[in-house]
C-alpha cells in the first residue's frame, strides 16, 4: 500500500485544482463552521475551561491539524470524548491541569506517529470502543444537567453516582433556564433534516435561545465575553504549569493521547469509507501531535479528528483540506465580529446542544446489532466497559478496556483447531495413489490457528492419548505463525514420539513457519526427510517406511511429482 508523505498528499490533493472545486471547498467549509460554531462553544465549557477556548481549540485545530493531517477529509477539533475526561482534570487540577494533559498527549501521540505505530491504536475490539463511547455519552449528558436545569448540585466521583444524587432530589429547577434548554432539544429533534444540511439545528436552536433570553430578559447564566483573539488572557506559559501535579497528570495525559488517536482513526475510517481515500495514519497523528502541542499556549483544549464535523464536510461537497482551513477561518470571523453577541449565548443552550449530541453519539446501529443476534462476549465487553466508563475514573476505564482489548484478542486468536483423523484409503486411491495397506498405523492431524503461547495447552491435549500411532502427520497448511512456546510444544511432541520409536512428519508447511523452524534448529532435530509439502505425499513416506522398502524405492516416492497436493483435508 502506498504511503505518501505530507508534500506527496498535498501535490495529489491540488493536481488539477479549479476555480470550481474551490467554490465547493467554500460551501463546504462554510457548512462545517455552522456546525462546529455550536459545538466548540459547548465543548469548551464541558471541558472545565471556557467556551472561547472551545473556540479557540476549533480554530487552530482546523488550520494547523488540518493543514498537516493524513487525508483532505478530517476536520479537528473540541471533542465530547475529550471533555468527558478534561473535566475530571479540571475539577481536581484547575484549568492549567487541562492545558498540560494536553500538551503531554500532544507529545505522546506524535511519538506514535513519529514511530509508525498508527496500526497498533487500532487493535480495539468494536464493542469496547461503543462501551466507552456510550459511557462517554452518559458522562457528557449527566454533566449537562446542572446547566440545564439551572442549579448547582454537590459534586461526586462518578457520573453514576451524581445521577444517583439527582434521583435523590432536594433541589429546585430553575424554570426559565430548563425552558430554554427544553427549546433547544425540541428544535434540534424536530429541525427538518432537509434544512440541516445548509443550517444545523443546534445553530438554530442557539440563537433562538440566545434571542428569547434577551428579550424575556429573564435571569438565566449565559457564556460571558468572548475575547477578540485566539490568544486568551488564560493559557499555558512557565508561569502557569501545575508542576506539583504533574505525576497526577501522567496517566490522564495517556488517556487523552488513545482517545486522540483512537477518535482521529476511527474518523479517518469513517472518512475513507465515504470518499475512497486512504487515511495515512502516522500522518495524521504526526498532525494531531503537533496540534495538540501548540494548543494549550493559545489556551485551548485538547483536539482530535470529529466524525460529525468531517462527515458533513464530505457530504457537503468538500474536496480538499482547505475546507478544515476555510471552516476554522470562518470561526475566527465569527470570534472576531460576533464576539458581543456570542457573550448572551445561555449556558442551558449549550446544555441543551450536548444532551441531544450525548444521546446521538451513541453507536446504536452497532448497540442494536449486537444485542439483537447475541453476541455474548460482545455484549459483556459492552457492559463492562460501559459500567467501568460511568462508575469509575475515566483513567482506570481506559486500563479496563485495553485489558479486555488484549483479552479478547488472546482469546480469539489462541483458537487453535487440532482435528486428528485416519487415513481415507479408498478416496487415496480413487485419486490414483497406490496405498498398499490400510494404514490404520498413520494419523493425520490437520491444524487450524496460531500456534503460540496461549494456544499450547490445546495442542497438548490433543496429542495426550494417541498411542495406537506408528507415525503422527501434522497438516500445518492453516498455521500462520508459530512462537517460541509453540516450537518448544513441537519439540516436546517429537521427543514423546521418538522415545516410544514413533514418527513425526510435517506437512504444508507456512514459509514464515519454516524459517522459525529452521532457526531454533527443529528442522534438523526432526529430520528434513520428514518435512513434506502435503499431507498426502507424507502418508505415502509414511507407508513405505512401514512396509520396510528398499531405500531406493522410497526415494523414488520422496522425489515423485505426480502427486498432487489434496484440494480438501483426507
Same mark, same amino acid.
Given at each position: ?149 439551572? !442549579? ?29 434548554? %427544553? ?31 434577551? !428579550? ?68 495524521? %497523528? ?69 444532551? !441531544? ?34 462508575? %469509575? ?39 490414483? *495413489? ?79 513457519? *519454516? ?56
Amino acid at each position: 500500500m502506498q504511503r505518501l508523505s505530507l508534500s506527496g498528499l498535498w501535490r495529489r490533493e491540488f493536481s488539477g485544482y479549479s476555480a470550481g472545486k474551490f467554490r465547493q471547498d467554500l460551501l463546504a467549509g462554510l457548512t462545517v463552521a455552522a456546525v462546529a460554531l455550536p459545538l466548540a462553544l459547548a465543548f469548551g465549557v464541558a471541558s472545565g475551561a471556557t467556551a472561547a477556548a472551545g473556540l479557540v481549540t476549533a480554530i487552530l485545530a482546523g488550520l494547523i491539524i488540518g493543514a498537516l493531517s493524513g487525508a483532505p477529509y478530517q476536520i479537528s477539533g473540541p471533542t465530547g470524548a475529550m471533555s468527558a475526561v478534561l473535566i475530571i482534570i479540571a475539577q481536581r487540577v484547575g484549568v492549567e491541569g487541562v492545558w498540560m494533559t494536553g500538551l503531554i498527549a500532544g507529545a505522546i501521540i506524535l511519538v506514535i506517529g513519529l514511530l509508525r505505530m498508527g496500526r497498533f491504536v487500532a487493535f480495539i475490539p468494536s464493542s469496547v470502543i461503543t462501551g466507552f463511547t456510550s459511557g462517554i455519552a452518559f458522562i457528557i449528558f449527566v454533566g449537562q444537567i446542572d446547566n440545564f436545569l439551572g !442549579v448547582e448540585t454537590a459534586g461526586a466521583e462518578s457520573a453514576g453516582l451524581k445521577l444517583f444524587g439527582y434521583l435523590q432530589g432536594g433541589f429546585t429547577p430553575a424554570w426559565p433556564t430548563l425552558l430554554i434548554g %427544553l427549546l433547544v432539544v425540541g428544535i434540534m429533534i424536530f429541525w427538518p433534516a432537509r434544512f440541516n444540511r445548509a443550517v444545523p439545528g443546534s445553530l438554530v436552536g442557539i440563537v433562538v435561545a440566545t434571542v428569547v433570553a434577551v !428579550v424575556t430578559q429573564w435571569p438565566v447564566a449565559s457564556i460571558g465575553a468572548i475575547p477578540r483573539t485566539i490568544l486568551l488572557d488564560q493559557r499555558l506559559t512557565f508561569a502557569t504549569i501545575p508542576w506539583e501535579h504533574l505525576n497526577e497528570l501522567i496517566v490522564p495525559a495517556l488517556s487523552v493521547a488513545a482517545l486522540g488517536a483512537v477518535e482521529s482513526l476511527l474518523c479517518g475510517a469513517v472518512g475513507s469509507k465515504m470518499t475512497g481515500i486512504r487515511l495515512q495514519a502516522n500522518q495524521e %497523528l504526526v498532525a494531531q501531535g503537533i496540534g495538540n502541542l501548540i494548543i494549550p499556549f493559545f489556551g485551548g483544549v485538547p483536539a482530535t479528528a470529529a466524525i460529525a464535523r468531517s462527515s458533513v464536510g464530505i457530504k457537503s461537497g468538500g474536496q480538499t483540506r482547505l475546507v478544515s482551513i476555510i471552516h476554522a477561518l470562518a470561526l475566527l470571523a465569527a470570534a472576531l465580529l460576533l464576539a458581543p453577541v456570542i457573550a448572551l449565548t445561555p449556558l442551558t443552550a449549550l446544555a441543551g446542544v450536548l444532551t !441531544v449530541t450525548a444521546v446521538r453519539m451513541n453507536e446504536w446501529d452497532a448497540i442494536g446489532f449486537m444485542f439483537s443476534h447475541r453476541f455474548k462476549t460482545g455484549i459483556v465487553t459492552f457492559l463492562i466497559t460501559f459500567l467501568a466508563t460511568i462508575t %469509575l475514573d475515566l483513567t482506570q476505564a481506559i486500563i479496563i478496556g485495553g485489558i479486555l482489548s488484549a483479552g479478547i484478542f488472546i482469546n480469539q486468536v489462541a483458537n487453535l483447531e487440532v482435528e486428528i483423523r485416519t487415513v481415507d484409503v479408498e478416496r487415496m486411491r480413487a485419486r490414483g *495413489m497406490a496405498l498398499k495397506t490400510d494404514c490404520q498405523y498413520i494419523r493425520v492431524a490437520f491444524l487450524t490457528g496460531p500456534l503460540f503461547f496461549a494456544a499450547t495447552n490445546t495442542f497438548n491435549e490433543a496429542f495426550a492419548h494417541e498411542e495406537d500411532v506408528d507415525t503422527l502427520v501434522l497438516s500445518m497448511r492453516a498455521v500462520p505463525l508459530i512462537d517460541l512456546s509453540g516450537i518448544e510444544a513441537l519439540h516436546t511432541l517429537h521427543d514423546t514420539l521418538a522415545a516410544q520409536g514413533k514418527t513425526l512428519m510435517l506437512a504444508a508447511m507456512h514459509p514464515k513457519v *519454516m524459517r522459525m523452524l529452521e532457526r531454533a534448529g527443529l528442522d534438523a532435530i526432526i529430520g528434513k526427510d520428514n518435512f513434506f509439502w502435503s499431507a498426502d505425499r507424507a502418508i505415502l513416506i509414511a507407508e513405505a517406511r512401514h512396509q520396510h522398502l528398499k531405500p531406493q524405492i522410497v526415494d523414488e516416492i520422496e522425489s515423485s511429482q505426480v502427486v498432487e497436493p489434496l484440494a480438501m483435508p483426507i
